[in-house]
């Protein structure tokens, strides 16, 4: 029997500098997410949207930590209903919104799973801090974030830290570090798959690897699929794109190994912003993207 899907949106801006990747949840709705889902054989039911406020309505109250208080209550509501979605038995889908939702989705896994590990699929290593930020935006900090470090409110998120294991987190299309950020990277102890090695190795070496540290002794595996790990091309609507990124077809294959190895407790989905996409082109990028992981294939 096929878990039932839950989907949950997250339409926060506030950790990044673009607007526009809050109607990333309605955007990949509207590209006929619940239909195939359906299609695939999965009973779907969809939780709307969490309540996030708009920038307008805040202000920014520490430059290097821009929106903290605000991103706190969200994740921490993020954290308790995607929690409450895997304890239910049912595989939550996240849709954001940018990536800081990925502070609340991982904590949320963590608190039902509590040995989790994480395959994060991104260009960028979203593993910045207060410290070593060039930009204050959290949705850089993301995944320092759930290995615990940055700051007491964000690694708090809740309840607990860290909420995963460097050793079984794994970084998947790297292609755009930030100087300060590399040596976090460094120090951390996860592993991580730039685009050089994907280039050398081939995705399906890289993915076997992946997937064998993410699931090694773990009770399951959290995707968090970022869209800009593509590369322009395939998926424009992004707030921070980056050339050189994952083809359409490796990274089909790359959801299509993890569908297989059957590991995933749930998978989060960001950045993708309508008002920089072309004809809505990365949010049907994203939805394949999840339908493979979930199981379809050619035959």
Not at 146 to 161: E, I, K, N
Not at 223 to 237: I, N
């Amino acid at each position: 029997m096929k878990k039932t899907v839950a989907i949950l949106g997250v339409a926060l801006d506030l950790g990044q500098g673009r607007r526009g990747v809050d109607m990333g949840p309605s955007a990949i709705r509207y590209a006929n997410l619940q239909e195939r889902i359906n299609r695939l054989g999965y009973e779907v039911v969809d939780l709307g949207n969490v309540n996030v406020p708009t920038p307008e309505s805040h202000r920014v109250q520490n430059q290097k930590l821009k929106y903290l208080p605000e991103i706190v209550t969200v994740s921490n509501e993020v954290a308790e209903r995607v929690a409450g979605e895997v304890q239910a038995g049912r595989l939550p889908i996240i849709l954001g919104g940018d990536h800081s939702i990925s502070i609340g989705s991982v904590a949320g896994v963590a608190k039902a799973v509590r040995n989790l590990g994480v395959i994060w699929f991104d260009a960028h290593g979203d593993m910045n801090t207060e410290e070593t930020t060039p930009s204050g935006n959290i949705h850089g900090m993301p995944l320092a974030v759930s290995l615990g470090m940055g700051h007491p409110d964000l690694t708090q998120v809740a309840g607990f830290q860290p909420k995963v294991q460097a050793k079984n987190v794994v970084l998947v299309g790297a292609r755009s570090i930030d100087p300060d950020e590399r040596t976090l990277i460094k120090r951390s102890g996860i592993t991580v798959f730039d685009m050089q090695q994907i280039d050398k190795r081939g995705m399906s070496a890289v993915m076997e690897e992946a997937i064998q540290i993410a699931s090694q002794g773990t009770d399951g595996v959290h995707l968090s699929l970022d869209l800009d790990a593509f590369d322009p091309r395939e998926a424009p609507g992004v707030g921070t794109p980056v050339l050189g990124g994952v083809t359409y077809r490796e990274g089909h294959l790359a959801m299509e190994m993890l569908a297989a190895a059957n590991v995933l407790t749930s998978v989060d989905v960001v950045e993708v912003n309508p008002i920089l996409d072309v004809e809505n082109r990365t949010a049907r990028v994203a939805v394949d993207m999840i339908c493979s992981v979930l199981g379809e294939t050619v035959l």
